[in-house]
């Protein structure tokens, strides 16, 4: 079957279309007109509002239903691709999920004292959980990432994201860019929030993916960073290497916790840039994984 991935240029990017192997997936396009139902190679306009549409539980089978009546029409276009967060969404994070990622917040916090506690976050049962971003700080997919000025060592974080109702069920998955500043938390881990949340710290897109189950743990995420068009470097990891259940990572979220317009949650990252490499300004960030298509931004 054909589905969309977002494809690019150094000069620009373009909607193109494949052959993959997956065949029973949806996707959800949000843009500035409404948002798009993707059924193979065909698109529907879709009618419900945003925010009722992603706390269906039954997602998956309410939009399989959806299509019946509605007329196929053009794709969106790419420049007027929003990142399909609601506006009463919040976007959470995990953190310490690989053992690639446990292992360099212990090298980059070895010297405030703090490199003990990713060890020990990494085996214990509860999770680390902190928040992203509010749905104004989200950037759009081609859009542009920030890096802090008063950092000196930034990378992106390529992550599975996770799209929760309010009910705490996932019903879709999306690309995630947890955008860090690496040495503001090695300083003192209590300046994660500093390091994670500030204005444009986060990128998500290009769609939700609506699947009728988990996605396999085969599923690979691919990270490639351009520097004037050429790549500075590239890294690759997949789902059997996340160590914490997505549903778990769930349940711990919404423990004592409400989220009336649902959530989305960044699962961690497994690819991490060698210590000597920081983001410049114009990087081109790509991140992939193949069900879902590309998120691609730039470095602003």
Not at 157 to 178: A, C, F, H, M, Q
């Amino acid at each position: 079957m054909a589905i969309v991935v977002i494809m690019a240029t150094a000069a620009a990017t373009a909607i193109a279309t494949i052959t993959v192997r997956y065949s029973e997936y949806l996707k959800l396009y949000l843009t500035s007109g409404g948002y798009y139902i993707q059924e193979q190679s065909r698109f529907f306009q879709g009618r419900e509002p945003w925010d009722e549409l992603l706390n269906r539980d039954d997602l998956y089978d309410y939009l399989s239903k959806a299509l019946d009546p509605l007329t196929s029409t053009g794709g969106p276009a790419e420049n007027d691709l929003l990142a399909p967060v609601a506006p009463g969404q919040e976007v959470w994070a995990a953190g310490v999920t690989y053992y690639r990622s446990r292992d360099a917040r212990m090298e980059e916090s070895k010297s405030a004292g703090g490199g003990d506690f990713y060890d020990r976050v990494y085996s214990a049962e509860r999770p680390e959980l902190f928040f992203k971003a509010t749905a104004r700080r989200v950037v759009a997919p081609n859009g542009k990432v920030a890096i802090r000025d008063d950092a000196s060592w930034s990378v992106p974080e390529p992550e599975l994201t996770l799209v929760i109702t309010r009910s705490g069920k996932i019903v879709g998955y999306t690309i995630g860019n947890d955008m860090s500043s690496r040495d503001i938390e090695g300083e003192n881990p209590l300046y994660l929030p500093q390091a994670k949340v500030y204005d444009r710290s986060c990128a998500i897109g290009p769609c939700i993916l609506v699947a009728p189950r988990p996605l396999p743990p085969s599923t690979e995420i691919r990270l490639e960073i351009l520097r004037a068009g050429k790549a500075q470097f590239s890294g690759s990891t997949a789902l059997s290497e996340l160590k914490r259940d997505p549903a778990q990572l769930v349940e711990y979220l919404y423990r004592n916790n409400s989220f009336p317009s649902g959530c989305l949650l960044l699962t961690g990252t497994g690819i991490v840039p060698p210590d000597s490499f920081t983001l410049q300004h114009g990087d081109e960030i790509r991140i992939t994984i193949p069900p879902i298509g590309a998120l691609i931004n730039t470095v602003a």
